[in-house]
């Protein structure tokens, strides 16, 4: 594992190459509500995601999207692109990027995969691999028609900071539940995609 003095940083994927690596332990939905009790021997479904980010200059950027809001799932919130392991997919790195192609039209031969986070249960059952990788050239992201509503993309500096999240909660099935957020202008990144990203800021600090 890197040492790295803020004073040093010079590359802007410095924090990401900290926090991968920077082991930890693997994260939930449930990590803010401990009188949550989860069943012993419950069954997970593999699932990939892709934290693609381009860095532009001095800068990088974290590319998210927002679901449909005609989803049966989850429709309207922000994600990253991925889903689950299909049989056709040799590994989860796979899924994930073959997702990320189909869901914003990134080629796979324009990714360099750096390295996996600490898997993600989340309540609908999936264990979610976050696959971090940098953007090799500009492209154009296209949305899936009928998938994603919006394509958009927030500095890493926001994202790797945790100063910027919070935690608020909601009623979720007769209970409240609590959960990070982390908004960036008019988008309300929270649940998953906000825990996932708070893991890796955390992750990073303590590198």
């Known amino acids: 594992m890197r040492k790295i003095h803020p004073m040093a940083m010079r590359d802007p994927l410095d924090p990401v190459y900290a926090a991968l690596g920077n082991t930890g332990i693997a994260s939930s939905d449930y990590d803010l509500n401990a009188d949550i009790a989860l069943p012993e021997g419950r069954k997970l479904r593999p699932a990939g995601v892709l934290v693609p980010i381009f860095c532009g200059g001095s800068e990088a950027r974290l590319f998210l999207t927002k679901r449909s809001s005609a989803l049966r799932h989850h429709p309207g919130q922000i994600a990253f692109p991925g889903g689950k392991q299909d049989e056709a997919d040799p590994d989860i790195t796979a899924a994930a990027l073959r997702e990320a192609h189909e869901e914003i039209g990134l080629d796979p031969s324009n990714v360099e995969v750096l390295g996996c986070l600490p898997a993600h249960e989340t309540v609908t059952g999936f264990h979610v691999t976050p696959v971090v990788a940098r953007i090799m050239a500009p492209f ?34 007769g209970t409240w539940r609590k959960y990070y957020i982390v908004p960036f202008g008019p988008y309300y990144i929270w649940g998953a995609t906000a825990r996932i990203l708070r893991a890796m800021a955390d992750a990073a600090e303590k590198a």
Do not use: K
């Not at 949305?143 to 909660?169: K, M, R």
């Open 140 to 173: 154009d992201p296209r949305p899936e028609t009928g998938e994603v509503a919006e394509i958009f993309d927030v500095p890493l500096s926001h994202v790797i900071n945790p100063a910027q999240y919070s935690i608020q909660a909601r009623r979720w099935r």
